[in-house]
T-cell receptor
Framework: GAVVSQHPSWVICKSGTSVKIECRSL??????MFWYRQFPKQSLMLMAT?????????EQGVEKDKFLINHASLTLSTLTVTSAHPEDSSFYIC???????????FGSGTQLSVL | GESVGLHLPTLSVQEGDNSIINCAYS??????FIWYKQESGKGPQFIIDIRSNMDKRQGQRVTVLLNKTVKHLSLQIAATQPGDSAVYFCAESTGAQKLVFGQGTRLTINP
């Protein structure tokens, strides 16, 4: 099956620093990638949709200047949390969809803890 | 707006019994539905999907039922095993666009 690799699996950072999370499709070309955020005991909330080579589309209420998304190639998307604060602590999950496909393949998630 | 919800946040079943997890959705235009399993600290794992032109689909030990009239989706797990303990999410999409997740049901298995 299709594999999506997400790194790092966990990260601890100081308040005010920036953190980059990578999402790679290992055996398929991901024309569309999605970034989700999940707080404890809650569901996955879509943050943004990124298509290769174009700007990401952010969901309402998600600050595009704080959560920078880059989808520069068909196998890599990155999410950068800029000037992280404790309230940004969460589980971030990426998913990818191949061209013409309908199924989403999910990464293993990144637990971000901001001190 | 779009929303997918669940009736029960937790479900406890005896090992070996069948489990039924329910989900209600509100977007009548949704045409693709998926059930995911999520274990603690991991990403969602695909279980089974169904398109809106079907009302039932079976997999290995799992069955998904779709009732478009009342906008209800259910996941049936046969002969529940300890390894089935997890949080289960339903999700919906329209026209292969973004996926909207429900609130999740935590399934616990009693020995």
């Amino acid at each position: 099956g299709a594999v999506v690799s997400q790194h790092p699996s966990w990260v601890i950072c100081k308040s005010g620093t920036s953190v980059k999370i990578e999402c790679r499709s290992l055996d398929f070309q991901a024309t569309t990638m999605f970034w989700y955020r999940q707080f404890p005991k809650q569901s996955l909330m879509l943050m943004a949709t990124s298509n290769e080579g174009s700007k990401a589309t952010y969901e309402q209420g998600v600050e595009k200047d704080k959560f920078l998304i880059n989808h520069a190639s068909l196998t890599l998307s990155t999410l950068t949390v800029t000037s992280a604060h404790p309230e940004d602590s969460s589980f971030y999950i990426c998913s990818a969809r191949a061209r013409g496909g309908e199924k989403l393949f999910f990464g293993s998630g990144t637990q971000l803890s901001v001190l | 707006g779009e929303s997918v919800g669940l009736h029960l946040p937790t479900l406890s079943v005896q090992e070996g019994d069948n489990s039924i997890i329910n989900c209600a959705y509100s977007n009548s235009a949704s045409d693709y539905f998926i059930w995911y399993k999520q274990e603690s600290g991991k990403g969602p794992q695909f279980i089974i999907d169904i398109r809106s032109n079907m009302d039932k689909r079976q997999g290995q030990r799992v069955t998904v039922l779709l009732n478009k009239t009342v906008k209800h989706l259910s996941l049936q797990i046969a002969a529940t095993q300890p390894g089935d303990s997890a949080v289960y999410f339903c999700a919906e999409s329209t026209g292969a666009q973004k996926l909207v997740f429900g609130q999740g049901t935590r399934l616990t298995i009693n020995p």
